[in-house]
């Protein structure tokens, strides 16, 4: 299996799907999400379902990886820019932006892609995306912990794209 995105080129995630975008929710989260296909999943595939994390927010987060979309039951091979605010053919789970960092923003306005906001450094951002057998059946705001939970037994491929994303950094620094 092979996940690719227009959204990332050479390595580095295009602007528009973070804080130099232009889409944003009413708490400032960046709301334009990648793009993506995947190519070669396996034959049995029923689903797939996917966590867009940073690991490089350890030492922002103390501790934890920063985690800017959870999706699940994608019954299709390819997720266009923007889908997390428009398709109603899968669920998403609840991101970081709902944390005490991310502002404690609710969890109905976190279950959607919350794009890349660096604040110290440039960071890499990886993208996995899991084959199953099964659709999940879980409910719009699910946690990490759920869909792992939900997954467990039922990975039949998984594969991980990474993009760096830069911050924004102020001119007066």
């Known amino acids: ?16 799907y973070g804080e130099r975008g232009t889409q944003f929710n009413e708490n400032g989260m960046p709301t334009f999400s990648l793009p993506f296909r995947v190519e070669d999943a396996p034959e ?8 867009l994390e940073d690991k ?10 920063w985690i800017h979309w959870l999706a699940a039951d994608i019954t299709r091979f390819e997720l266009k820019e923007n889908e997390s ?27 959607y892609y ?7 450094k440039e960071h890499l951002y990886e993208l996995h995306v899991y084959a199953l ?3 999940l059946h879980l409910e719009q705001g699910f946690f990490l912990n ?3 939970r939900a997954m467990d037994g039922h990975v039949l491929e ?3 794209l990474k993009g760096t994303y830069a911050p924004v950094l102020d001119a007066n620094a």
């Not at 049995?44 to 966590?51: D, G, P």
């Not at 490089?56 to 990886?65: E, H, K, N, R």
């Not at 919350?114 to 110290?120: C, E, H, N, R, V």
């Open 1 to 16: 299996m092979v996940v690719t995105s227009t959204g990332i080129e050479n390595g580095v995630i295009k602007e528009e």
């Open 44 to 51: 049995n595939t029923v689903s797939l379902a996917l966590v």
């Open 56 to 65: 490089d927010a350890y030492p922002v987060t103390f501790g934890f990886s």
């Open 85 to 111: 605010q428009t398709a109603k053919d899968f669920v998403q789970g609840a991101n970081s932006w709902m944390s005490i960092q991310g502002g404690e923003q609710s969890r109905k306005l976190s279950s």
């Open 114 to 120: 919350g794009g890349m906001t660096p604040p110290d």
């Open 133 to 135: 057998d099964v659709k």
């Open 146 to 148: 759920e869909l792992y």
């Open 158 to 160: 998984e594969y991980t």
